[in-house]
């Protein structure tokens, strides 16, 4: 297999914004430096940060898909800049002005669905979609094979996923569960599939729901589209660093 790293994206806060990067510094055992370090919780729950919990807790792009058309900026390790078609710009301090963000969230939210409350920080493990596997890694490959069967183009923003690579076979990261790969000079764990939602629905560049992607999947009997990792050795990680399978 002769396969690159093509994209890496992390997400600030929790299905409120993406964040292209050239390079990234992993660490053992740990998710992507600020990778969901923030997340909204809704009017539904009492959650507070101290402790995982599940997406069900927060606002999401599940169900309501005007947040996938969100980007993010981090200015400094304190502040970031949110961007959607339908709003100005908004640069805040997550920590500190948590009430401009939830001001400009008013009106993305159903109103049938739970509204954002609060903006909490990850006191501990960060909110990642799965307590187990802290990275997301996609396979252009497979996502090629999707867009055919489909029969259109497809943002790959849609999968929120941390690091694309390129030139594999489609699927093959499936085969790659239970083994190690090494990725630039960090090596990783993979550790399952990742089973996908109504969030893939949405189109990261309006907002709106506009392909079957559920249903697409299930043609190839599953519901699955990347595989969760874990870093098990440290080291930076950019774009076009070489992708290998460990024996």
């Not at 990642?128 to 943002?155: P, Y």
């Not at 999968?159 to 076979?169: E, Q, Y």
């Not at 000079?185 to 949405?202: D, K, M, P, S």
């Not at 729901?209 to 009997?221: H, P």
């Amino acid at each position: 297999m002769t396969a690159t790293v093509t994209r890496i994206w992390r997400y600030p806060i929790k299905s409120h914004g993406r964040e292209p990067l050239a390079s990234v510094l992993l660490s053992e055992g740990l998710p992507l430096p600020f990778d969901r370090l923030w997340a909204v919780a809704h009017d539904a729950t009492d959650v507070d940060g101290s402790e995982w919990a599940s997406c069900r807790n927060f606002t999401r792009v599940a169900g309501s898909p005007k947040l996938a058309a969100i980007t993010a900026r981090m200015i400094d390790d304190r502040s970031l800049t949110l961007s959607h078609p339908e709003r100005p710009n908004l640069t805040f301090a997550p920590d500190t002005e948590a009430a401009a963000l939830l001001d400009w969230l008013r009106g993305f939210v159903p109103e049938n669905r739970p509204q954002p409350a609060r903006l909490l920080r990850a006191g501990g493990r960060q909110f990642l979609d799965s307590s187990k596997g802290d990275i997301t890694l996609c396979n252009m490959a497979s996502h090629r094979a999707i867009e055919t069967s489909l029969g259109v183009a497809l943002d790959i923003a849609r999968w929120r996923g941390n690091l694309w690579i390129d030139g594999a076979a489609p699927w093959a990261e499936f085969d790659w569960i239970g083994k190690r790969i090494r990725i630039g000079q960090a090596v990783l764990e993979i550790l399952g599939r990742t089973e996908r939602c109504l969030a893939t629905h949405a189109n990261p560049a309006t907002g709106e729901r506009d392909a079957d992607i559920l249903a697409t999947l299930d043609r190839f009997g599953h519901r699955d589209f990347s595989v969760k990792a874990r870093v098990t050795r440290g080291g930076p990680v950019h774009l076009n660093d070489p992708v290998e399978v460990l024996r």
